[in-house]
């Protein structure tokens, strides 16, 4: 399975969302919760091509994108490839 980070900040419904959809899936995923850290927010938006919205979530050398990308490809069928490569 494809390790998946996530960038998270604290009081992000979008966050909970996302981690609650890897949750449920079973994926354990690693977290950097950014609320605080603004070097941490640097690295997530070079990371992320710009995108400086919470959650950012990548599986692998993959970058999903945010919450609604993230279930957007479960709707697909697609996340489950993603996460088993």
Same mark, same amino acid.
């Given at each position: 399975?494809?390790?998946?980070?996530?960038?998270?900040?604290?009081?992000?419904? #979008? %966050?909970?969302?996302?981690?609650?959809?890897?949750?449920?899936?079973?994926?354990?995923?690693?977290?950097?919760?950014?609320? #605080?850290?603004?070097?941490?927010?640097?690295?997530?938006?070079?990371?992320?091509?710009?995108?400086?919205? #919470?959650?950012?979530? #990548?599986?692998?050398?993959?970058?999903?994108?945010? %919450?609604?990308?993230?279930?957007?490809?479960?709707?697909?069928?697609?996340?489950?490839?993603?996460?088993?490569?």
């Amino acid at each position: 399975m494809a390790e998946v980070v996530i960038y998270t900040r604290q009081l992000c419904g #979008f %966050c909970t969302a996302a981690k609650r959809l890897l949750d449920k899936k079973g994926v354990a995923y690693t977290e950097h919760d950014a609320t #605080f850290d603004p070097g941490l927010r640097k690295e997530m938006v070079q990371k992320a091509n710009g995108h400086s919205t #919470f959650p950012q979530v #990548f599986v692998g050398k993959t970058h999903v994108g945010g %919450c609604d990308d993230l279930h957007d490809l479960e709707r697909a069928g697609k996340l489950d490839a993603l996460l088993a490569s």
